[in-house]
């Protein structure tokens, strides 16, 4: 499908399907310029596996950002879609009703990004990206290991924010920390790892997906964890959900704990396209049930990300309520549990369902604005970036709303995803964690998923 100012077209795309998306991004923007933006689908989305994601370029036409998760690839498979070219050549962009209003609210968000410590130029996600969160996950004991069957890894150094960037300095070459992603972006927070020559190896090395390849699987080595990114992005999978497959399937004894090579000889597989690949292609829920798997980390099918909810409770409540299924962008209850972000509460602490819902309904506002959600860390705790958010909102689209619209505006947005999961056949019996986290202790803190389900009801319905 290419959309521009003309109108929209549909257009073949054999020509494009069959193949990785490295070999096919340069070809699409060699066809319909480099200026123009692409989201596509892999060979995972075309063959409907529900790992599939959809892929859109960065700021150097890479393959490599992604709405990762729910198996939207698939859906895109499901309609014949390939990918979407969008250019907006000679198109009249957004319009802004109160240019006044807009430029004063940017200032104000700009501001606080420019000076808190977590998103700041020279501040952590800029230096070290969102792997920085390797060590502080760890240390908190709430870093998912060898699928979820520890909350500690012994090899969180050498594959932490910390190290890539150490490595990045010192291959040098294409090598780099503090990239971003899109144009205008103040954070910077994503890198391009090198291969040991300098030369590039892949495009980004996320916490996510550090952790999903890494700890999860007990992989230390961050060469490994790049190979097992660059097959993710060139399939169109969804790393969260490759890497928890991948963990799952060791847990099945196809592959020790640790074993990079085998690892990506697995994940070839999905690739390729074999049997065993359309197992492993369709997540960690349907690899679990193949191969008689109890501990499988997810929740509405959908595999947990990097933070345990035995060890941090308020993100459990949130994977179990989120109307998405067990993700932690839903409500990023980490930044008062574990960061000391917009507050502090105790994460071993399960009194937390007005926590998991302000946090949900705030996220959803966030999400709905279009600004990366990593803005965040510095709204929640400059009153004037947050203000500064809504401002630029309101000289966007021409209304008065102020901070506290937020919460109702995010739960008009809740509302109307429950009734649609609703009328899909989901109830309250789906807002739960897995079984085996009620009743398997997770070192170092020895700690079971004690929240009741009563306390998990009141999440969405007060
Ligand atoms: S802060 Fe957001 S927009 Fe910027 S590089 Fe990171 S993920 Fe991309």
Redesign the pocket.
């Known amino acids: 499908l290419k959309i521009d100012k003309d109108g929209a077209e549909f257009l073949p795309a054999d020509e494009w399907t069959g193949k990785g998306l490295h070999e096919v991004f340069p070809l699409l923007f060699n066809k319909f310029g480099e200026n123009v933006g692409i989201s596509a689908i892999g060979v995972a989305g075309e063959r409907l596996m529900s790992s599939a994601g959809i892929c859109f370029n960065d700021i150097d036409n890479r393959p490599s950002r992604y709405a990762g998760r729910g198996g939207l690839g698939a859906v895109l498979g499901s309609k014949g879609l390939k990918f979407i070219v969008v250019d907006d050549k000679g198109a009249k962009g957004v319009e802004i009703v109160d240019k006044d209003a807009f430029k004063k609210g940017t200032k104000k968000l700009t501001e606080a990004l420019t000076t808190h410590d977590i998103t700041k130029p020279g501040g952590s ?1 800029n230096t070290y990206g969102t792997a920085v969160l390797v060590n502080i996950m760890n240390e908190a004991g709430g870093y998912p290991t060898r699928n979820f069957s520890e909350g500690r890894f012994e090899g969180a150094a050498a594959t932490s924010g910390e190290a890539i960037h150490d490595i990045c300095n010192e291959r040098g070459g294409a090598g780099k920390t503090g ?4 144009p205008g ?1 103040i ?4 890198n391009v790892y090198p291969r040991p020559d300098g030369t590039e190896h892949v495009s980004c090395i996320e916490y996510e997906s550090d952790w999903a390849f890494g700890a999860n699987c007990g992989i230390d080595d961050l060469d490994a964890i790049a190979d097992l990114i660059w097959l993710s992005n060139d399939y169109g999978l969804d790393t969260i959900e490759a890497g928890g497959t991948i963990a799952v399937a060791m847990e099945a004894q196809l592959a020790e704990f640790g074993d990079g090579p085998k690892a990506i000889e697995l994940m070839k597989e999905i690739g390729e396209g074999t049997p065993l690949g359309h197992v492993l292609g369709s997540g960690a829920a349907t690899t679990g049930k193949v191969f008689g798997v109890v501990r499988v980390p997810g929740v509405k099918g959908q595999n947990m990300p990097a933070y345990e909810p035995r060890a941090v409770k308020g993100i459990g409540m949130v994977y179990a309520t989120s109307t998405m299924g067990a993700d932690h962008t839903a409500g990023y209850t980490i930044a008062p549990e574990i960061l000391g972000v917009g507050g502090e509460a105790d994460p071993l602490d399960a009194d937390k369902a007005a926590l998991a819902r302000g946090f949900q309904e705030a996220t959803a506002f966030i999400d709905s604005t279009g600004y ?1 959600l ?1 803005i965040a860390f510095a709204v929640l705790d400059i009153p004037e970036g947050l203000e500064g958010t809504v401002e630029s909102c309101n000289g966007v689209l021409g209304t008065d709303w102020t901070t506290d619209d937020i919460a109702r505006i995010g739960r008009e947005v809740l509302d109307k995803e429950l009734e649609f999961n609703k009328a899909a056949g989901f109830t309250k019996a789906h807002d739960r964690l897995p079984e085996f986290m009620k009743y398997e202790k997770l070192p170092p803190h020895n700690t079971v998923f004690d929240v009741p389900d009563e306390e998990l009801d009141k999440v969405h319905r007060g």
């Not at 990239?179 to 899109?182: D, E, F, L, T």
């Not at 954070?187 to 994503?190: D, K, M, N, W, Y």
């Open positions: 996600l990239h971003p992603c899109h972006c954070i910077q927070c994503s990366c990593f």
